[in-house]
């Protein structure tokens, strides 16, 4: 069965340094792969896309995602991290079933920016 | 072009109470999900609507019940609340027939914050 593992549930960075949020998945073929972020007390917006298309796949506000086969992973990256980054972030992996198509998120990882 | 809407934003009912949440779709849009997320969790699937059926259903009991109208928006109603039904619960909506391809996409709503007491 499809899934998507986030393997922290926090990760703490200071403004301005790297961020680095994981993400591994489980699927018999080819997944669809998403990120979305969810601000406090807003809903989900969706990042980036991986649809078999290229690898690296370049999202919003300077991130991207990097679909790695052999690692079945799919790790979001970014070069700076800004104070507005700070949020609650999925993974989210489309499982098919029955001829429909359900998103089944990740854990989620809570994305703490310091000063 | 609006996207999903969902109503009421917030919402407090008792215990043994019944409640309906609503949904409309993006523009364009034809399917509806429905996401129960508890605080400090991942939004968990509940079922899924389209052509005003329930096509695929999560692990929820059926006090979790839901409804397509032909405009394609939907109601999620949950009978006899229970305190652990307090969650903010989330509408997604999709084209059926572009998932699979890279077109596909699913947009969220805001969710609605429903607490149980």
């Known amino acids: 069965a499809q899934s998507v593992t986030q393997l922290d549930s926090h990760v703490s960075v200071s403004e301005g340094t790297p961020v680095l949020l994981r993400c591994n998945y489980s699927s018999s073929y080819s997944p669809s792969l998403f990120w979305y972020v969810q601000h406090p007390n807003k809903g989900l917006q969706l990042l980036l896309k991986?649809?078999?298309?290229?690898?690296l796949v370049k999202g919003i506000n300077g991130f991207e995602a990097e679909f790695k086969k052999s690692e079945t992973s799919f790790h979001l990256t970014k070069p700076s991290a800004h104070m507005s980054d700070a949020a609650e972030y999925f993974c989210?992996?489309?499982?098919?079933?029955?001829?429909?198509?359900?998103?089944?998120f990740g854990r989620g990882t809570s994305l703490i920016v310091h000063p | 072009d609006a996207g999903v809407t969902q109503s009421p934003t917030h919402l407090i009912k008792t215990r043994g109470q019944q409640v309906t949440l609503r949904c409309s779709p993006k523009?364009?849009?034809?399917?509806v999900s429905w996401y129960q997320q508890a605080l400090g969790q991942g939004p968990q699937f509940i079922f899924q609507?389209?052509?005003?059926?329930?096509?695929q259903r999560g692990n929820f009991p059926d006090r979790f019940s839901g409804h397509q109208f032909p405009n394609y928006s939907s109601e999620l109603n949950v009978n006899a609340l229970l305190l652990g039904d307090s969650a903010l619960y989330l509408c997604?909506?999709?084209?059926?027939?572009?998932?699979?391809?890279?077109?596909?996409?699913?947009?969220f709503g805001s969710g609605t914050r429903l607490t149980v007491v």
């Open positions: 989210v992996v489309i499982v098919s079933s029955g001829g429909s198509y359900i998103p089944t």
């Open positions: 991986y649809t078999s298309a290229a690898t």
């Open positions: 997604a909506s999709s084209f059926r027939f572009r998932v699979g391809t890279s077109n596909y996409g699913y947009t």
């Open positions: 609507y389209y052509e005003e059926e329930e096509r």
């Open positions: 523009s364009g849009h034809d399917t």
